[in-house]
Antibody, heavy 129, light 107 residues
């Protein structure tokens, strides 16, 4: 069964740090881009960061650059999100997702589609004093 | 960054109704558009990618259309299990932003 399981969430004080882990099973983890998405209580989805299959490329939403770091260990089928200088507004459910890369030729043009087809159940981070 | 705007923010419809949700991108994104469904207390689920390609296992009452800046998700005959919030997401460039969501309620 294809599965993603997040862990590492919890209660942390403002200014603190936390590392989230996402463990993959049932597919070839080392062949896939992976993404972190978060959702604040009662709010919509926010794309946080992603990382290429071999870890050589990483991208972040501008507002989190410098505080959050995405990484992976393909030998352990694991994705990580290191979060530092946490703020109250970082309180959210954090999801990891498999990011499928699908090059498609349409009418002679090449399109490079990405979509998230497998999601974990999420881990909750609460930043509060 | 590309801004994604969905409308309406919420809607209420009866079982069997045709429901349409729109999503507009702040710049042209050709067909780099995904749709997700999120039920209360659950993780999002992929419905449609590349603007109109139905993900495997998704009921055929869901369909997507559009190109450029304007996109549509249609539920041809609303079912009780479609109660959820729906999000569009662009994958034209990073950060791969989402729309703010459309909450679908059943009358």
């Amino acid at each position: 069964e294809v599965q993603l399981v997040e862990s590492g969430g919890g209660l942390v004080q403002p200014g603190g740090s936390l590392r989230l882990t996402c463990v993959a099973s049932g597919f070839t983890f080392s062949s896939n881009w992976m993404t972190w998405v978060r959702q604040a209580p009662g709010k919509g989805l926010e794309w946080v960061a992603n990382i290429k299959a071999d870890g050589s490329e990483k991208y972040y939403v501008d507002s989190l650059k410098g505080r959050f770091t995405v990484s992976r260990d393909n030998a352990k089928n694991s994705l990580y999100l290191q979060m530092s200088s946490l703020r109250v507004e970082d309180t959210a459910v954090y999801y990891c997702a498999r990011d499928v890369f699908r090059p498609t030729s349409i009418g002679g043009a090449l399109y490079y589609y990405y979509y998230m087809d497998v999601w974990g159940k999420g881990t909750t981070v609460t930043v509060s004093s | 960054d590309i801004q994604m705007t969905q409308s309406p923010a919420s809607l209420s419809a009866s079982v069997g109704d045709r429901v349409t949700i729109t999503c507009r991108a702040s710049q042209r994104i050709t067909t780099y558009l995904n749709w997700y469904q999120q039920k209360v207390g659950e993780a999002p689920k992929l419905l449609i990618f590349a603007a109109s390609t139905l993900q495997s296992g998704v009921p055929s009452r869901f369909s997507g259309s559009g190109s450029g800046t304007d996109f549509t998700l249609t539920i041809s005959s609303l079912q009780p299990e479609d109660l959820a919030t729906y999000y569009c997401q662009q994958n034209y460039k990073v950060p791969r932003s989402f729309g703010q969501g459309t909450k679908v309620q059943i009358k």
